[in-house]
């Protein structure tokens, strides 16, 4: 993460230099209100002015919002308050790997969560926030303790089924279903049976079209793929023709905080790898010179990248079940898909992969 400090440190900086306290609790409001608009565009010829602007604005809305809640306690717009401040604060704590920041937004929604005070509106919507949080550290401790990952991706389970029984009447119930199936993409029959009963409490299009596409991907595991298409060097990628070699594709965009920002980390690690190993990508940007742009930026013209323009209409992430960027497949030397989102463990999923003997029968 030693790329995302860099962008941070000056916008740390900036982040210190305020505006001028708020002299009354409307107007401290109004300022949260007016940051919840976000950064605005970046500018088209420096994509990586995305995650810097992202970052920064984080900054300034967690700063906003810890000043209204210290000097106006007794506002009614408090618990709405709250809430943004642990979604804020939790966000730029997994952006940080800083578990402890994650772990205060936790602690912070718990107690909103037992405020009898609260209207139960903020209540159900404190423990959303809180099981959507968890989902975040268990991410950071998949990186930083191996072993407390399996006891939390249960626990996680449980609570997202433990609100789903307690609101089966919020269309949330069945986005955390979804959210806590994404933990068991090496258990398939368990995520099957957890995005079937996501399936039952669907209430918007939205999140059904999302259930399709996962349960689309979960079919693709483990079967072999001859995936083409054209890439922007003007060449063509094809799965077919790499056969004896791992394969790594990820799909993103320039206007994805997240997927540039795990570009900019996986980049610097692939740097390091060595055996057969392909890596390709795809993009949703809708032009395809934003999609060089950002390639030059980042220092990967030389890997192989498809994208026609179409946004989340693509054919191929349509094809492919595709909903969500970063989304990292990784196929085997036999061409068969073993990972449906190795965002992160892929040093472990190539460390397995690369070691296996191709089955030359």
């Known amino acids: 993460m030693r790329w995302l ?4 440190t000056p916008l740390l900086l900036l982040a210190s230099e305020s505006p001028a306290a708020a002299t009354s609790a409307d107007e401290a409001w109004s300022r949260i209100e007016t940051l919840r608009t976000g950064p605005g565009a970046p500018a088209e010829d420096a994509p990586e002015e995305i995650v810097r602007r992202a970052r920064g604005h984080l900054l300034a809305q967690e700063k906003a919002l810890a000043d209204f809640l210290h000097r106006f306690p007794a506002d009614p717009r408090r618990y709405e308050g709250e809430l943004e401040f642990a979604a804020v604060t939790a966000t730029l704590g997994a952006s940080l790997s ?15 969560e037992r405020a009898e005070a609260a209207p139960s509106s903020i209540r159900a919507d404190a423990a959303f926030q809180r099981i959507t949080t968890t989902m975040q550290t268990v991410n950071l401790a998949a990186a930083a303790r191996p072993g407390e990952t399996a006891m939390a991706r249960n626990t996680i389970l449980e609570s997202a089924q433990n609100f789903a029984a307690r609101y089966p009447e919020d269309r949330r119930s069945a986005r955390l279903l979804a959210e806590a199936a994404t933990l068991f993409d090496d258990q398939p029959p368990r995520k099957r049976r957890v995005l079937e009963q996501a399936v039952l409490l669907a209430r918007d299009e939205g999140t059904r079209q999302r259930l399709r596409d996962d349960l689309q991907r979960l079919e693709l595991l483990g079967q072999p793929s001859d995936l083409t298409f054209a890439t922007v060097q003007g060449g063509e990628f094809s799965l077919t023709e790499l056969r004896g070699r791992v394969v790594v594709l990820i799909f993103w965009a320039g206007w994805s905080p997240p997927a540039v920002g795990w570009l900019a980390e996986f980049a610097q690690f692939a740097k390091r790898l060595a055996g057969p190993v392909t890596i390709a990508t795809y993009s949703l940007d809708h032009k395809k010179s934003d999609i060089r742009t950002t390639l030059r930026a980042l220092g990967l013209e030389a890997w192989p990248t498809g994208g026609e323009g179409g946004g989340w209409d693509e054919p191929l992430a349509r094809k492919l079940g595709v909903n969500a960027l970063p989304t990292v497949f990784v196929y085997d030397k036999e061409g068969r898909l073993r990972a449906l989102n190795a965002r992160q463990d892929y040093a472990a999923v190539l460390r397995t992969l690369l070691a296996e003997t191709p089955d030359r029968r």
């Open 98 to 112: 800083d578990r402890r920041r994650v772990e205060r937004s936790l602690q912070r929604l718990a107690a909103l």
């Open 5 to 8: 400090l860099l962008i941070l």
